[in-house]
């Protein structure tokens, strides 16, 4: 029996030692591969040094404590981090290990005058937990050539390595300093991250519940400081291959688009200045977001941005700094975006926006109510159709050139940018009166385009306005009792290059307690050199025009009676006088008209009857009895009317 317990004990003896030995050894192994680690960054030309290495085999718990990286050749990025350690390590092939938790303190991340922007920023982190980990055991070799793209690289590439089933941290704080640049100075803290199932550079979902923000901004005159506070930041499917592959050179003939997020959304958001503007925003969401490799090349937008930030750009600079921003636009597509319920603060009141939306290439802001100097304004919606940033941008570009005026072919590259624009439900202040504009519709459509110059346009106009005492025009319909003008007007133009027809169909405008006009006249061999800013080219081309037939109508729906009453206080005779006095002197103006063209009598007798009842409905139409070139006809009407319509045959009636 005592020979067994001598035995016993010396097994045990000779366990714990083979155990400690062991365990010695894993913890020579395990400081053996950190170390080698920290030498590959060396090796690249990089600083690296860490302190106490420890590993229990027991729990495979492995802990590293102060370490501080510096990789590439250059400082402008340095790594310190106060703490590691991972519980459950395993190695899981000779490239990769795994652990069941990973928990970092003292993370702190500081990039120092990186780009030519010479910007200063930091990210502190003091605890950082990642489950279910699994990544490389060697970093790849960082830059070396202090490119900023080139960093922003290496470090998606180093987090596309690793999958994880969550992080979170409990804040992060990042820092900037823009120096002398107009970028300011602050710092945003986030509080309450986490990330779940990070897997191949991709993330199904990311969230901070708060985001605090301070920045002291730079402006001429008064300095201003901007507080504000951000809640509930989600970002559903995150893929950072897809950015890897836009910041990739190689991927430059790459024409496809790749999805970066799927959706992102934020708020409530509120945003003070020590000037006293406030904005609070009620929530913000972008959805499908996707970037074309070909075309989103940030290497040469930074490329470009000037080295000495306190030169004044040339305007060939600024030309081309708006052409790579416009190229970077271009690459970038967003299924949707949306800020709903905006409320802006300054001392003379409080602005409200329930929407600016932008989706399917229609930008929109909807529910505008904010204070005017003559007071409320409200709109309920402005559009601007097929808005392109990109379009926009290259055509800003054209235009700037200081010292020298756009040409008309500049400014009319803006219907190329857009295809329309519409405001709706527009209630505004008149002047310094108390009576109220009022816009139901106003929408102008525009397309098949002739170089800069459209071929095709609509404008439908639906409001109602004051009439103005001041002015002079307008005084006759004061004098009657007419304080408002309802205007309804729809005018549609559109040119054919088969046919070389241009119509003019349907022109109406309705004055809805006046009358109501509708014009309707076709062109015809209109060629397309017509269509062109230069006025030598114009008049050559409009040579070859020629009029086609012109219809116009005209409703009474009291202007007849308008100009009667007026007509008999001019007079001082009675309305009934005035009106036959008015009848009489166009039937003898017509007889002029009527000796040289017997067709037109028909319009005389007509638009004399239409004065003489009211309430009717004049027509007239106008048909060329040959060709008859319009600049021809406008030199004619301008000497001798009559010969002019004498061109024409004129048929007119009239109708209740």
């Given at each position: 029996?005592?020979?067994?317990?001598i035995?016993?004990?010396?097994?045990?003896?000779?366990?714990?030692?083979?155990?400690?030995?062991?365990?010695?050894?894993?913890?020579?192994?395990?400081?053996?591969?950190?170390?080698?680690?920290?030498?590959?960054?060396r090796?690249?030309?990089?600083?690296?040094?860490?302190?106490?290495?420890?590993?229990?085999?027991?729990?495979?718990?492995?802990?590293i404590?102060?370490i501080a990286?510096?990789?590439?050749?250059q400082?402008?990025?340095?790594?310190k981090?106060?703490?590691?350690?991972?519980?459950?390590?395993?190695?899981?092939?000779?490239?990769?290990?795994?652990?069941?938790?990973?928990?970092?303190?003292?993370?702190?991340?500081?990039?120092?005058?990186?780009?030519?922007?010479?910007?200063?920023?930091?990210?502190?982190?003091?605890?950082?937990?990642?489950?279910?980990?699994?990544?490389p055991?060697?970093?790849?070799?960082?830059p070396?050539n202090?490119s900023?793209?080139d960093?922003?690289?290496?470090?998606?590439?180093?987090?596309?390595s690793?999958?994880?089933?969550?992080?979170?941290?409990?804040?992060l704080?990042m820092?900037?300093?823009?120096?002398?640049?107009?970028?300011?100075?602050?710092e945003?803290?986030?509080?309450?991250?986490?990330?779940?199932?990070l897997?191949?550079?991709?993330?199904?979902?990311?969230?901070?519940?708060?985001?605090?923000?301070?920045?002291?901004?730079?402006?001429?005159?008064?300095p201003?400081k901007?507080?504000?506070?951000?809640?509930?930041?989600i970002v559903?499917?995150?893929?950072a291959?897809?950015?890897?592959?836009?910041?990739?050179?190689?991927?430059?003939?790459?024409?496809?688009?790749?999805?970066?997020?799927r959706?992102?959304?934020?708020?409530?958001?509120?945003?003070?200045?020590?000037?006293?503007?406030?904005?609070?925003?009620?929530?913000?969401?972008?959805?499908?977001?996707?970037v074309?490799?070909?075309?989103?090349?940030?290497?040469?937008?930074?490329?470009a941005l000037?080295?000495?930030?306190?030169?004044?750009?040339?305007?060939?600079?600024?030309?081309?700094?708006?052409?790579?921003?416009?190229?970077?636009?271009?690459g970038l597509?967003?299924?949707?975006?949306?800020?709903s319920?905006i409320?802006?603060?300054?001392?003379?009141?409080?602005?409200?926006?329930?929407?600016?939306?932008?989706?399917e290439?229609e930008?929109?802001?909807?529910?505008?109510?904010?204070?005017?100097?003559?007071?409320?304004?409200?709109m309920?919606?402005?559009?601007?159709?097929?808005?392109?940033?990109?379009?926009?941008?290259?055509?800003?570009?054209?235009?700037?050139?200081?010292?020298q005026?756009?040409?008309?072919?500049?400014?009319?590259?803006?219907?190329?940018?857009?295809?329309?624009?519409?405001?709706?439900?527009?209630?505004?202040?008149?002047?310094?009166?108390?009576?109220?504009?009022?816009?139901?519709?106003?929408?102008?459509?525009?397309?098949?385009?002739?170089?800069?110059?459209?071929?095709?346009?609509?404008?439908?106009?639906?409001?109602?306005?004051?009439?103005?005492?001041?002015?002079?025009?307008?005084?006759?319909?004061?004098?009657?009792?007419?304080?408002?003008?309802?205007i309804?007007?729809?005018?549609?133009?559109?040119w054919t290059?088969?046919?070389?027809?241009?119509?003019?169909?349907?022109?109406?405008i309705?004055?809805?307690?006046?009358?109501?006009?509708?014009?309707?006249?076709?062109?015809?061999?209109?060629?397309?050199g017509?269509?062109t800013?230069?006025?030598?080219?114009?008049?050559?081309?409009?040579?070859?025009v020629?009029?086609?037939?012109?219809?116009?109508?005209?409703?009474?729906?009291?202007?007849?009676?308008?100009?009667?009453?007026?007509?008999?206080?001019?007079?001082?005779?009675?309305?009934?006088?005035?009106?036959?006095a008015?009848?009489?002197?166009?039937?003898?103006?017509?007889?002029?008209?009527?000796?040289?063209?017997?067709?037109?009598?028909?319009?005389?007798?007509?638009?004399?009857?239409?004065?003489?009842t009211?309430?009717?409905?004049?027509?007239?139409?106008?048909?060329?009895?040959?060709?008859?070139?319009?600049?021809?006809?406008?030199d004619?009407?301008?000497?001798e009317?009559?010969?002019a319509?004498?061109?024409?045959?004129i048929?007119?009636?009239?109708?209740?």
């Amino acid at each position: 029996m005592k020979r067994i317990l001598i035995g016993l004990i010396v097994a045990v003896v000779f366990a714990a030692g083979g155990w400690f030995g062991f365990n010695l050894y894993a913890k020579h192994r395990a400081a053996a591969e950190i170390e080698a680690a920290f030498e590959q960054i060396r090796s690249s030309g990089g600083k690296a040094r860490h302190g106490k290495v420890a590993f229990d085999l027991m729990s495979r718990t492995l802990t590293i404590e102060d370490i501080a990286v510096t990789p590439g050749s250059q400082p402008q990025a340095q790594v310190k981090i106060a703490g590691i350690k991972g519980t459950g390590v395993r190695r899981i092939d000779d490239i990769r290990f795994s652990a069941d938790s990973i928990d970092i303190t003292g993370l702190d991340v500081t990039l120092d005058q990186v780009g030519p922007t010479k910007v200063k920023a930091s990210y502190k982190i003091p605890q950082l937990t990642m489950r279910d980990y699994a990544g490389p055991l060697h970093t790849g070799t960082a830059p070396a050539n202090g490119s900023l793209i080139d960093l922003y690289r290496y470090v998606l590439g180093q987090y596309a390595s690793v999958t994880a089933t969550s992080l979170t941290a409990p804040t992060l704080t990042m820092s900037f300093d823009s120096g002398s640049g107009p970028g300011g100075n602050g710092e945003i803290t986030y509080s309450g991250l986490t990330i779940q199932n990070l897997k191949n550079g991709k993330v199904d979902a990311m969230k901070a519940d708060r985001a605090a923000v301070s920045v002291d901004v730079k402006q001429p005159g008064k300095p201003d400081k901007l507080t504000g506070e951000l809640s509930n930041v989600i970002v559903n499917d995150f893929d950072a291959t897809a950015i890897i592959a836009a910041l990739d050179p190689k991927t430059s003939s790459d024409e496809t688009y790749h999805r970066v997020y799927r959706q992102i959304s934020a708020g409530p958001y509120t945003l003070k200045s020590a000037q006293g503007m406030r904005v609070d925003i009620d929530g913000f969401v972008m959805e499908d977001i996707d970037v074309q490799p070909s075309k989103f090349r940030l290497a040469e937008l930074f490329a470009a941005l000037p080295q000495d930030q306190s030169a004044v750009p040339t305007p060939a600079q600024s030309r081309e700094m708006l052409e790579k921003i416009a190229g970077v636009y271009e690459g970038l597509r967003i299924g949707k975006a949306e800020i709903s319920k905006i409320a802006i603060g300054t001392p003379q009141g409080t602005g409200r926006v329930n929407a600016i939306k932008y989706r399917e290439d229609e930008f929109a802001i909807e529910g505008v109510d904010t204070p005017a100097p003559q007071g409320q304004f409200k709109m309920e919606r402005f559009a601007l159709k097929s808005f392109s940033a990109a379009n926009l941008m290259r055509w800003a570009a054209g235009l700037s050139n200081p010292g020298q005026t756009p040409s008309p072919d500049q400014v009319l590259g803006l219907f190329r940018v857009l295809e329309g624009a519409e405001i709706k439900g527009v209630v505004s202040p008149y002047k310094t009166t108390r009576q109220l504009v009022t816009i139901d519709t106003i929408s102008l459509n525009w397309g098949q385009l002739v170089g800069s110059i459209p071929s095709k346009a609509n404008l439908v106009v639906k409001m109602v306005t004051p009439t103005d005492p001041t002015n002079p025009a307008q005084r006759p319909l004061i004098m009657a009792g007419v304080d408002k003008l309802a205007i309804d007007l729809d005018l549609g133009a559109a040119w054919t290059e088969s046919s070389g027809a241009f119509a003019l169909a349907p022109a109406t405008i309705d004055l809805g307690n006046l009358a109501k006009a509708q014009a309707r006249f076709a062109l015809a061999n209109v060629p397309r050199g017509l269509f062109t800013t230069d006025p030598v080219q114009v008049m050559g081309q409009a040579a070859q025009v020629e009029t086609g037939a012109i219809e116009l109508s005209l409703r009474d729906s009291g202007v007849v009676d308008l100009i009667v009453a007026q007509f008999s206080r001019m007079q001082n005779v009675s309305r009934d006088a005035g009106r036959s006095a008015i009848a009489e002197m166009i039937r003898a103006q017509g007889e002029k008209v009527t000796a040289a063209n017997l067709d037109a009598k028909a319009a005389v007798d007509a638009l004399a009857g239409f004065v003489e009842t009211s309430g009717q409905t004049l027509t007239i139409k106008l048909t060329p009895l040959g060709k008859v070139p319009v600049l021809q006809l406008m030199d004619v009407l301008n000497s001798e009317p009559i010969v002019a319509l004498a061109q024409f045959k004129i048929e007119a009636s009239t109708g209740l």
